[in-house]
């Protein structure tokens, strides 16, 4: 009788395993598609934190990032992650940082719940990337221009 539930214990162990595994595996496959896709102007001088949660907002546009979503974004370990309070003051200084270069207004606070963009932000956030990617494309083709390319 023991050898059978020392069997039993040891497959439904294997199972566990290979669940465990199989959902380390998702949980990477969303930590990568929570990966910055974008890279905000360092004139901006965002924390690489603060540019992780910035580009999950910007991602999910006005949907609501729930605030254990914008704690896994902003870092890229699976173990100790920051402590929510943490998320709100970072959240804090990405609006304050924003302030500073002209765009107010764009992060949203769902109480209790995350963050989101308001629809303002978005447009003001794609108005601002466009001209930091107009302002690099002009120093490119200048550099270009200067060794003769």
Same mark, same amino acid.
């Given at each position: 009788?023991?050898?059978?539930?020392?069997?039993?214990?040891?497959?439904?162990?294997?199972?566990?395993?290979?669940?465990?595994?199989?959902?380390?595996?998702?949980?990477?496959?969303?930590?990568?598609?929570?990966?910055?896709?974008?890279?905000?102007?360092?004139?901006?001088?965002?924390?690489?934190?603060?540019?992780?949660?910035?580009?999950?907002?910007? @991602?999910? &546009?006005?949907?609501?990032?729930?605030?254990?979503?914008?704690?896994?974004?902003?870092?890229?370990?699976?173990?100790?992650?920051?402590?929510?309070?943490?998320?709100?003051?970072?959240?804090?200084?990405?609006?304050? &940082?924003?302030?500073?270069?002209?765009?107010?207004?764009?992060?949203?606070?769902?109480?209790?719940?995350?963050?989101?963009?308001?629809?303002?932000?978005?447009?003001?956030?794609?108005?601002?990337?466009? @001209?930091?990617?107009?302002?690099?494309?002009?120093?490119?083709?200048?550099?270009?221009?200067?060794?003769?390319?």
């Amino acid at each position: 009788m023991n050898m059978h539930r020392l069997d039993a214990t040891a497959r439904h162990l294997a199972r566990l395993v290979e669940e465990n595994e199989t959902l380390r595996e998702e949980v990477r496959q969303l930590r990568e598609q929570l990966e910055p896709s974008i890279q905000f102007p360092r004139t901006w001088r965002l924390t690489q934190s603060e540019s992780r949660i910035l580009c999950a907002l910007y @991602a999910a &546009k006005t949907r609501i990032v729930t605030r254990e979503s914008a704690v896994i974004a902003s870092t890229n370990r699976e173990d100790d992650l920051p402590d929510l309070q943490i998320l709100s003051v970072s959240v804090s200084r990405i609006r304050t &940082k924003l302030r500073r270069v002209g765009l107010t207004s764009v992060i949203e606070t769902a109480w209790g719940i995350g963050y989101h963009l308001s629809a303002d932000g978005v447009i003001a956030l794609n108005k601002a990337l466009a @001209a930091e990617q107009r302002r690099q494309d002009a120093l490119d083709a200048s550099l270009r221009a200067g060794r003769g390319a």
